[in-house]
Nanobody, 119 residues
Framework: QVQLVESGGGLVQAGGSLRLSCAASGRPFSIYNMGWYRQAPGKQRELLAGISSSGRTNYADSVKGRFTISGDNVKNTVYLQMSSLKPEDTAVYYC?????????????WGQGTQVTVSS
């Protein structure tokens, strides 16, 4: 198992930046594919960015060019650097760790951190 704790959320003006952190404890997070999701009120949770255990990254079109996901295997932490923030980026942001075996898929979630972007 792995435990995830997000931090770094807060209130920021439109055009500003924030860096979210997701600290993992338990099994080394390098064996997991890590992702950042968000969920706004009344909307479904959406995948924003992912980084595989091999370091490959992918992004949703809505954040491509503005958000960057990265990982630090020594600190067991994954980051989401967010820039050029917009009011529509307001949501609760969640960190996810996923491990897929031939028999099962294991998903772990953090508690979420609120990001509010004011216009």
């Amino acid at each position: 198992q792995v435990q995830l704790v997000e931090s770094g959320g807060g209130l920021v003006q439109a055009g500003g930046s924030l860096r979210l952190s997701c600290a993992a404890s338990g099994r080394p997070f390098s064996i997991y594919n890590m992702g950042w999701y968000r969920q706004a009120p009344g909307k479904q949770r959406e995948l924003l960015a992912g980084i595989s255990s091999s370091g490959r990254t992918n992004y949703a079109d809505s954040v491509k060019g503005r958000f960057t996901i990265s990982g630090d295997n020594v600190k067991n932490t994954v980051y989401l650097q967010m820039s050029s923030l917009k009011p529509e980026d307001t949501a609760v942001y969640y960190c996810n760790a996923r491990r897929t075996t031939s028999a099962n898929q294991y998903d772990y979630w953090g508690q979420g951190t609120q990001v509010t972007v004011s216009s």
